[in-house]
């Protein structure tokens, strides 16, 4: 049988025979050595008919080698699992940076930390964008559209994860036309947006489908309906608490989840699964690349977005404006922005339904009191009755 390279494989190797020689020559060698080990395996290892031998890690052809490797790429738990046999041996190095074995990591062995951030890191990306990996194209694409400000480079390659599927990387795409990120306000293409958050709501994506209800209730980029947009609002929490519960199979739900009682009036007693804000189920774990985005702009790090620039007031998502007062407010409080509805339910349910309250709030420099002057207003009342204006 021949491998791929037209090579023969090695033939089979008699371990009886190869033993009970190495048994004889050991042997041999204590008998020279007058019953020293230590003088006997260093004879046995300097000795040249043993050192012309071939290692069986050196028979294993590289087909076989590549198939471990890829299946431990994509298994990986962290780079770490990946680096550590790529310092193993030159075959391993070698092996380990083939296209094939790095189209297959996985999701969490792409995961680079912000504090590690190196060109080392970025070249490693690169590498993974090369051999076609759509995970690695959207976590490389948003940190140097967010981050590095490469904004044409960063796009393009969101794009080429959107154009493979990438359910977060089309969300994205969404979030940055419906808020015209990196150009002017006049960029904004509404259209695209629900466009795009309609693709990733069909692959599965609980915050673009939340997302598109919001847009079909305010009329926003798309004619409104106002009933449509409750449906995909309902089914976006179910699917939220179906992903908990796969997550958690032990979980025990409230029995007034799952029922609702029409001549309930109080704010927050109704049935989770009809809020705007989703159930009360844990936040789910943030994209890593969100979790770059985060890091990147922490206090730990030290780096801004700029002057006069706001990060989404959403601890898990981490974007940064690219202009002044383009994402919205709450416009009960002031005191928050997101650049997105879903971020606004996240937040919501993990920390602003017991901040929020209502202030005065003076024009700024600019003259604006919300956001850059947009008229969209969608604000919305769910269980906190809290409304946003969007920049």
Request: hydrophobic fraction near 35%.
């Amino acid at each position: 049988m021949r491998t791929r390279r037209g090579l023969c494989y090695p033939k089979e190797v008699n371990m009886c025979v190869a033993n009970n020689s190495r048994a004889v020559k050991r042997r041999k060698l204590e008998d020279v050595a007058g019953g020293d080990t230590i003088g006997c395996w260093r004879m046995l290892k300097e000795s040249p008919q043993i050192a012309g031998g071939r290692d069986l890690f050196d028979a294993l052809p590289d087909d076989i080698v590549l198939t471990i490797l890829c299946k431990l790429s994509s298994t990986a738990a962290c780079p770490a699992d990946l680096i550590n046999v790529l310092i193993t041996c030159k075959r391993l190095n070698g092996l380990g940076l083939h296209s094939l074995v790095l189209s297959k990591s996985s999701q969490k062995m792409l995961e680079v930390k912000a504090k590690n951030w190196s060109e080392s890191a970025h070249r490693f990306l690169k590498l993974c964008v090369e051999a076609g990996n759509i995970e690695a194209c959207f976590i490389l694409g948003m940190i140097r559209f967010y981050c590095l400000h490469n904004r044409g480079s960063g796009a393009s390659l969101m794009a080429k994860a959107a154009i493979g599927s990438h359910a977060s990387a089309l969300y994205s795409l969404a979030i940055v036309q419906f808020n015209g990120s990196g150009s002017s306000k006049n960029d904004k293409d509404l259209r695209a947006g629900v466009a795009l958050c309609a693709r990733a709501a069909f692959l599965g994506h609980v915050d673009a489908l939340r997302e598109l209800g919001h847009c079909l209730q305010d009329g926003y980029g798309v004619k409104q309906n106002v009933a449509e947009g409750r449906r995909f609002l309902v089914q976006a929490n179910a699917r939220e608490l179906a992903t908990f519960l796969a997550a958690a199979p032990s979980a025990v739900v409230p029995t007034s989840w799952l029922t609702w009682n029409p001549h309930r009036h109080v704010v927050g007693s109704g049935c989770p699964l009809l809020s705007d804000f989703g159930c009360n189920v844990p936040t789910p774990e943030a994209h890593p690349a969100n979790r770059f985005l985060a890091d990147w702009f922490s206090d730990q790090i030290g780096n801004t977005p700029g002057s006069g620039l706001r990060l989404c007031s959403h601890t898990g998502c981490g974007r940064p404006e690219t202009r002044r007062h383009e994402f919205r407010r709450c416009s009960v409080c002031g005191a928050v922005n997101y650049c997105s509805r879903a971020c606004q339910a996240l937040d919501w349910k993990l920390r602003h339904k017991v901040q929020c309250a209502p202030v005065e709030r003076l024009p700024d420099e600019d003259g604006y009191f919300n956001g850059d002057g947009n008229d969209h207003g969608d604000g919305i009342n769910g269980n906190g009755g809290e409304a946003m204006e969007e920049s």
